[in-house]
Nanobody, 124 residues
Framework: QVQLEESGGGLVQAGGSLRLSCALS????????MGWFRQAPGKEREFVAA????????NYANSVKGRFTISRENAKNTFYLQMDNLEPEDTADYYC?????????????????WGQGTQVTVSS
C-alpha cells in the first residue's frame, strides 16, 4: 500500500508564504502523477494543483495561479507546493494525492492514494 505524508502546514499572516511537502512511501515516485487538493470548513474538497509523472505537465486552479508553485523531487520521493502571497481564503486542510501515470487531472476521483492532510491557516 502506497502511503503519502504531508508536512509544512501552519499559521501564517496574509501575504506570507508556506511550503507544503508530500513524501511518498514508494521509491518509484517517478511513475506517479501527483496532486494537491484542499478542503475548507463547510466546503467541498477542491483542486489546487497537479504535476504529471514526468513533470512535463502542470495544472493549477485559477484561484492559485501565479501564487502557488508545484514541483517534484523524485530523488527524495517528495513533491512540494510552494504557496506565496497567501490569502485568508486559502485557509483549509491541504491533501496530497497520487495516481500511477496519467494526466494531472483536477478531479479528486482520479487519484488513488491520499495523505491525511495538513492544516493551513491564513490570518488577515
Amino acid at each position: 500500500q502506497v502511503q503519502l505524508e504531508e508536512s509544512g502546514g501552519g499559521l501564517v499572516q496574509a501575504g506570507g508564504s508556506l511550503r507544503l511537502s508530500c513524501a511518498l512511501s514508494d521509491i518509484t515516485l517517478g511513475i506517479y502523477t501527483m496532486g494537491w487538493f484542499r478542503q475548507a470548513p463547510g466546503k467541498e474538497r477542491e483542486f489546487v494543483a497537479a504535476i504529471s509523472w514526468s513533470g512535463g505537465t502542470i495544472n493549477y486552479a485559477n484561484s492559485v495561479k501565479g501564487r502557488f508553485t508545484i514541483s517534484r523531487e523524485n530523488a527524495k520521493n517528495t513533491f512540494y507546493l510552494q504557496m506565496d502571497n497567501l490569502e485568508p481564503e486559502d485557509t483549509a486542510d491541504y491533501y496530497c494525492a497520487a495516481k500511477v501515470y496519467g494526466l494531472p487531472a483536477a478531479i479528486s476521483q482520479d487519484y488513488t492514494y491520499w495523505g491525511q492532510g495538513t492544516q493551513v491557516t491564513v490570518s488577515s
